[in-house]
């Protein structure tokens, strides 16, 4: 199969991480739906794995809060046709950031109960850098919405080892009129500590809400009403893992406006605006990398990643040949001249039989005659009954059975 050149590749990459579908991209570079699939499941998967090594994470401050999708078909869709809820419906993934760098360290999949927002913050705390005896170099402090399950798990996670603070948005159904609004109306929101001291400045959650809006701009998978979405769990995973690494090492935001209090320009001694100040890469100021990454770095982390893969792959497959090999495979010269159990292997009739050791046709693998193996079969050692029986059904699936003078009943074949 011929494989596409390294810059096609590269764009398309590129193109799957600043939202565009896989049918648009299958007709922007003229090649095969599932070569770009193949790319994507081969990046994300990559994605994947990179986000899970993230450890040691230097992060006082985090925001988290999840984000609506769905996977299949809509949840109502999935209800009205009598659908498995397995995998299908509504998904909701959390995020993690931090609140200094921006940084999206952390991802979880599941529902709004309190199991999986438990499981996404062992996930978070499992990533920050801990002392020798276990607590944390960096006392976190956490900051959520209003959701019930946060407050249980982060107190079963963190317990006393963390601040908890809750964004609680209010909302209305009358209006200013007093008519009953169609649909709820913000109208503020209050600042609770939950538990821990903090500062109210620092409660509130405009950055994680601010990278959920990138993830559904980046990301043609998170759009409320598409038929761009994931048909499978799997692939979701993946384009979700595959956002993160691509806006913390490849996207480099705008410079930022020096402002007073008041958001108007700082001016210096002539009255002339302050320069702009040039901003980093989240991983960079993070300290995970000193240069910005393009699409290049992350096919060639792909690369890596697959061709490591593989790797294993086919040493697994070895060993798995040689384990198997070794099971199905006549004894050699360092084999236990008496073993309790024997199999004979006849290669005119195609049929094995197990015996013990004692039976006078086995007769410690040297058969009636006492010369061993003969033209028409041969003896196998075995240490155990159960290694014999793999054996006698691996060499012949069919045409296998126990001597009925030693193991078996004239009355019963078989091995029951």
Same mark, same amino acid.
């Given at each position: 199969m011929a494989k596409l050149d390294r810059r096609t590749r590269r764009q398309i990459l590129a193109s799957?991480? !600043?939202? &565009?579908?896989?049918?648009?991209?299958?007709?922007?570079? $003229?090649?095969? %739906?599932? @070569? *770009?699939?193949?790319?994507?499941?081969?990046?994300?998967?990559?994605?994947?794995?990179?986000?899970?090594?993230?450890?040691?994470?230097?992060? !006082?401050? &985090?925001?988290?809060?999840?984000?609506?999708?769905?996977? $299949?078909?809509? %949840?109502? @869709? *999935?209800?009205?046709?009598?659908?498995?809820?397995?995998?299908?419906?509504?998904?909701?993934?959390?995020?993690?950031?931090?609140?200094?760098t921006k940084l999206i360290f952390d991802y979880h999949l599941g529902d709004r109960s309190t199991p999986h927002a438990e499981a996404f913050m062992r996930s978070v705390a499992g990533k920050l850098d801990r002392n020798d005896d276990g607590s944390f170099r960096l006392r976190p402090t956490i900051v959520t919405d209003g959701?019930?399950?946060?407050?249980?798990?982060?107190?079963?996670?963190?317990?006393?080892d963390a601040n908890h603070g809750v964004y609680l948005n209010r909302y209305t159904t009358v209006g200013k009129d007093g008519r009953k609004l169609v649909?709820?109306?913000?109208?503020?929101?209050?600042?609770?500590?939950?538990?821990?001291?903090?500062?109210?400045?620092?409660?509130?959650?405009?950055y994680i809400e601010r990278q959920n809006l990138n993830v559904r701009m980046r990301n043609r998978r998170f759009g409320r009403r598409t038929n761009a979405f994931s048909k499978s769990m799997e692939e979701h995973e993946r384009q979700l893992a595959l956002s993160p690494v691509y806006m913390n090492y490849c996207i480099l935001p705008t410079p930022r406006r020096q402002l007073d209090e008041h958001g108007k320009p700082l001016l210096d001694d002539e009255g002339n605006p302050l320069p702009w100040i040039k901003r980093l890469t989240p991983a960079m100021e993070?300290?995970?990398?000193?240069?910005?990454?393009?699409?290049?770095?992350?096919?060639?982390?792909?690369?890596?990643?697959?061709?490591?893969?593989?790797?294993?792959?086919?040493?697994?497959?070895?060993?798995?040949?040689?384990?198997?090999?070794?099971?199905?495979?006549?004894?050699?010269?360092?084999?236990?001249?008496?073993?309790?159990?024997?199999?004979?292997?006849s290669t005119l009739h195609?049929?094995?039989?197990?015996?013990?050791?004692?039976?006078?046709?086995?007769?410690?693998?040297?058969?009636?005659?006492?010369?061993?193996?003969?033209?028409?079969?041969?003896w196998l050692a075995c240490e155990s009954l159960d290694r014999a029986k793999a054996l006698a059904e691996g060499l012949q699936p069919d045409r296998h059975s126990t001597c009925n003078m030693c193991l078996g009943s004239y009355r019963k074949r078989g091995y029951h």
């Amino acid at each position: 199969m011929a494989k596409l050149d390294r810059r096609t590749r590269r764009q398309i990459l590129a193109s799957l991480c !600043e939202g &565009v579908s896989i049918r648009a991209c299958e007709r922007i570079f $003229g090649v095969e %739906q599932n @070569t *770009v699939a193949k790319l994507l499941d081969d990046a994300g998967d990559m994605a994947i794995s990179f986000m899970k090594r993230a450890k040691n994470l230097q992060i !006082e401050y &985090v925001q988290a809060d999840e984000l609506y999708s769905f996977v $299949g078909a809509k %949840q109502a @869709t *999935v209800k009205r046709k009598g659908q498995s809820t397995e995998g299908t419906g509504t998904i909701w993934s959390y995020l993690a950031v931090c609140a200094k760098t921006k940084l999206i360290f952390d991802y979880h999949l599941g529902d709004r109960s309190t199991p999986h927002a438990e499981a996404f913050m062992r996930s978070v705390a499992g990533k920050l850098d801990r002392n020798d005896d276990g607590s944390f170099r960096l006392r976190p402090t956490i900051v959520t919405d209003g959701l019930a399950a946060y407050q249980e798990a982060v107190s079963t996670v963190f317990g006393d080892d963390a601040n908890h603070g809750v964004y609680l948005n209010r909302y209305t159904t009358v209006g200013k009129d007093g008519r009953k609004l169609v649909r709820k109306q913000y109208v503020g929101a209050d600042r609770v500590v939950q538990s821990g001291t903090i500062d109210d400045a620092f409660i509130h959650t405009a950055y994680i809400e601010r990278q959920n809006l990138n993830v559904r701009m980046r990301n043609r998978r998170f759009g409320r009403r598409t038929n761009a979405f994931s048909k499978s769990m799997e692939e979701h995973e993946r384009q979700l893992a595959l956002s993160p690494v691509y806006m913390n090492y490849c996207i480099l935001p705008t410079p930022r406006r020096q402002l007073d209090e008041h958001g108007k320009p700082l001016l210096d001694d002539e009255g002339n605006p302050l320069p702009w100040i040039k901003r980093l890469t989240p991983a960079m100021e993070a300290g995970l990398t000193d240069e910005l990454w393009d699409a290049d770095d992350l096919l060639e982390l792909t690369d890596s990643f697959t061709a490591e893969r593989r790797r294993q792959e086919r040493e697994a497959k070895k060993a798995a040949k040689a384990q198997l090999a070794a099971l199905f495979s006549k004894p050699n010269e360092d084999a236990p001249v008496r073993a309790p159990f024997w199999v004979y292997e006849s290669t005119l009739h195609h049929t094995t039989k197990i015996h013990a050791s004692a039976c006078k046709n086995c007769n410690d693998g040297q058969g009636k005659g006492g010369k061993g193996g003969t033209k028409s079969g041969r003896w196998l050692a075995c240490e155990s009954l159960d290694r014999a029986k793999a054996l006698a059904e691996g060499l012949q699936p069919d045409r296998h059975s126990t001597c009925n003078m030693c193991l078996g009943s004239y009355r019963k074949r078989g091995y029951h």
